[in-house]
Nanobody, 125 residues
Framework: QVQLVESGGGLVQAGGSLRLSCAAS????????VGWFRQAPGKERMFVAA????????YYAPFVKGQFTISRDNAKKTVYLQMNSLKPEDTAVYYC??????????????????WGQGTQVTVSS
Protein backbone atom coordinates (compact mmCIF):
# COMPACT_ATOMS: atom_id res chain seq x y z
CA GLN A 1 0.00 0.00 0.00
CA VAL A 2 1.34 3.41 -1.01
CA GLN A 3 0.08 6.68 0.36
CA LEU A 4 0.74 9.91 -1.51
CA VAL A 5 0.64 13.49 -0.25
CA GLU A 6 1.03 16.46 -2.58
CA SER A 7 2.32 19.85 -1.50
CA GLY A 8 3.74 23.00 -3.01
CA GLY A 9 0.64 24.44 -4.60
CA GLY A 10 -0.46 28.01 -4.10
CA LEU A 11 -1.18 31.32 -5.74
CA VAL A 12 1.35 32.63 -8.24
CA GLN A 13 1.36 35.36 -10.85
CA ALA A 14 1.49 34.54 -14.53
CA GLY A 15 5.06 33.87 -15.59
CA GLY A 16 6.01 32.57 -12.18
CA SER A 17 7.14 29.12 -11.09
CA LEU A 18 6.11 26.50 -8.58
CA ARG A 19 7.54 23.15 -7.61
CA LEU A 20 5.05 20.54 -6.54
CA SER A 21 6.08 17.61 -4.38
CA CYS A 22 4.50 14.19 -4.05
CA ALA A 23 5.69 12.47 -0.89
CA ALA A 24 5.10 8.74 -0.63
CA SER A 25 4.93 6.35 2.26
CA UNK A 26 4.92 2.59 2.08
CA UNK A 27 7.31 -0.07 0.92
CA UNK A 28 9.06 -0.43 -2.41
CA UNK A 29 8.25 3.04 -3.71
CA UNK A 30 11.17 2.72 -6.10
CA UNK A 31 9.15 0.03 -7.93
CA UNK A 32 6.37 2.47 -8.79
CA UNK A 33 5.90 4.68 -11.80
CA VAL A 34 4.41 8.03 -10.83
CA GLY A 35 2.28 10.41 -12.79
CA TRP A 36 0.96 13.94 -12.36
CA PHE A 37 -2.53 14.89 -13.43
CA ARG A 38 -4.53 18.08 -13.17
CA GLN A 39 -8.18 19.00 -13.07
CA ALA A 40 -9.38 22.48 -13.85
CA PRO A 41 -12.80 23.68 -12.68
CA GLY A 42 -15.55 22.14 -14.77
CA LYS A 43 -13.15 19.97 -16.74
CA GLU A 44 -12.05 16.37 -16.67
CA ARG A 45 -8.84 15.32 -15.02
CA MET A 46 -6.01 15.17 -17.53
CA PHE A 47 -2.56 13.68 -17.72
CA VAL A 48 0.42 16.01 -17.32
CA ALA A 49 3.58 13.94 -16.91
CA ALA A 50 4.91 10.59 -15.73
CA UNK A 51 8.23 9.23 -14.59
CA UNK A 52 9.62 5.72 -14.49
CA UNK A 53 10.40 3.86 -11.28
CA UNK A 54 14.09 4.67 -11.59
CA UNK A 55 13.64 8.25 -12.73
CA UNK A 56 15.57 7.40 -15.85
CA UNK A 57 12.79 8.25 -18.25
CA UNK A 58 9.94 10.73 -18.30
CA TYR A 59 6.90 11.24 -20.47
CA TYR A 60 4.89 14.41 -20.96
CA ALA A 61 1.56 15.43 -22.35
CA PRO A 62 1.99 17.36 -25.62
CA PHE A 63 0.71 20.60 -24.10
CA VAL A 64 3.60 20.69 -21.59
CA LYS A 65 6.08 21.67 -24.33
CA GLY A 66 9.05 21.99 -22.01
CA GLN A 67 7.18 24.10 -19.48
CA PHE A 68 7.13 21.40 -16.78
CA THR A 69 9.77 18.95 -15.61
CA ILE A 70 9.10 15.80 -13.61
CA SER A 71 11.80 14.25 -11.43
CA ARG A 72 12.10 11.95 -8.44
CA ASP A 73 14.32 11.20 -5.49
CA ASN A 74 13.73 7.62 -4.41
CA ALA A 75 15.85 8.04 -1.30
CA LYS A 76 13.37 10.70 -0.16
CA LYS A 77 10.39 8.85 -1.66
CA THR A 78 9.39 12.04 -3.40
CA VAL A 79 8.42 12.99 -6.93
CA TYR A 80 8.54 16.59 -8.10
CA LEU A 81 6.86 18.63 -10.79
CA GLN A 82 8.73 21.82 -11.60
CA MET A 83 6.38 24.23 -13.34
CA ASN A 84 7.76 27.31 -15.06
CA SER A 85 6.26 30.17 -17.06
CA LEU A 86 2.88 29.51 -15.50
CA LYS A 87 -0.23 30.77 -17.23
CA PRO A 88 -3.77 31.32 -15.93
CA GLU A 89 -4.86 28.23 -17.87
CA ASP A 90 -2.54 26.14 -15.68
CA THR A 91 -4.90 26.82 -12.78
CA ALA A 92 -6.11 23.45 -11.51
CA VAL A 93 -5.92 20.93 -8.73
CA TYR A 94 -2.80 18.85 -9.32
CA TYR A 95 -2.73 15.20 -8.32
CA CYS A 96 0.02 12.63 -8.20
CA UNK A 97 -0.65 8.95 -8.71
CA UNK A 98 1.39 5.77 -8.54
CA UNK A 99 1.31 2.30 -10.02
CA UNK A 100 3.72 -0.57 -9.60
CA UNK A 101 5.08 -0.84 -13.12
CA UNK A 102 8.23 -0.79 -15.18
CA UNK A 103 6.53 1.34 -17.82
CA UNK A 104 6.87 5.10 -18.10
CA UNK A 105 4.28 6.35 -20.58
CA UNK A 106 1.24 5.70 -18.45
CA UNK A 107 -1.37 8.30 -19.36
CA UNK A 108 -4.62 6.71 -18.35
CA UNK A 109 -5.78 7.66 -14.90
CA UNK A 110 -7.44 4.29 -14.57
CA UNK A 111 -4.05 2.63 -14.85
CA UNK A 112 -2.94 4.14 -11.54
CA UNK A 113 -3.70 2.43 -8.27
CA UNK A 114 -2.87 5.10 -5.70
CA TRP A 115 -3.73 8.79 -5.62
CA GLY A 116 -2.97 11.78 -3.48
CA GLN A 117 -5.56 14.27 -2.30
CA GLY A 118 -4.42 17.01 -4.66
CA THR A 119 -2.91 20.45 -4.29
CA GLN A 120 -4.42 23.64 -5.68
CA VAL A 121 -2.45 25.76 -8.11
CA THR A 122 -3.88 29.15 -8.98
CA VAL A 123 -2.21 31.40 -11.54
CA SER A 124 -3.35 34.99 -11.62
CA SER A 125 -3.13 37.16 -14.71
Amino acid sequence: QVQLVESGGGLVQAGGSLRLSCAASGPAFSCYAVGWFRQAPGKERMFVAAISWSGGSAYYAPFVKGQFTISRDNAKKTVYLQMNSLKPEDTAVYYCAAVRSSRTAIEGEFEYDYWGQGTQVTVSS
